[in-house]
């Protein structure tokens, strides 16, 4: 299983940025998706996670981001609006068919991860 992800760069403060993941070589629509960011000097965290029927976010991105998914592409996007510093990170991708509900949160609970892009917003 292969997970490229692209649609990073450097957009201002409150601007917007829409990130892809491509996903290839496995069961597309049995995939738990998400999105998780790690920014310098701070720990690796959840941005958002989809499943077949229902979508989850971090607190913080809630109302800023949406995550979607296209099952005929076998396509992952998150929408990034109003974006502040504090996004600036590298975005990674991920996917696991055995990842639990409850553990959607956890970056140890998925098999699946792309390369990451960077997306750094400027004050």
């Known amino acids: 299983v292969q997970l490229q992800a692209s649609g990073g760069g450097l957009v201002q403060g409150g601007g917007s940025l829409r990130l892809s993941c491509a996903v290839s070589?496995?069961?597309?629509?049995?995939?738990?998706l998400a999105w998780f960011r790690h920014a310098p000097e701070k720990e690796r965290e959840f941005v958002a996670g989809?499943?077949?029927?229902?979508?989850y976010y971090q607190d913080s991105v809630k109302g800023r981001f949406t995550i979607s998914r296209d099952n005929l592409k076998n396509m992952m996007y998150l929408q990034m609006n109003s974006l502040t510093p504090e996004d600036t990170a590298v975005y990674y991708c991920?996917?696991?068919?055995?990842?639990?509900?409850?553990?959607?949160?956890?970056?140890?609970?998925?098999?699946?991860w792309g390369q990451g892009t960077q997306v750094t917003v400027s004050s």
């Open positions: 991920v996917a696991s068919t055995s990842v639990i509900i409850s553990n959607m949160r956890s970056s140890s609970a998925y098999r699946h």
């Open positions: 989809i499943t077949s029927s229902s979508t």
């Open positions: 070589g496995g069961p597309f629509r049995s995939y738990r």
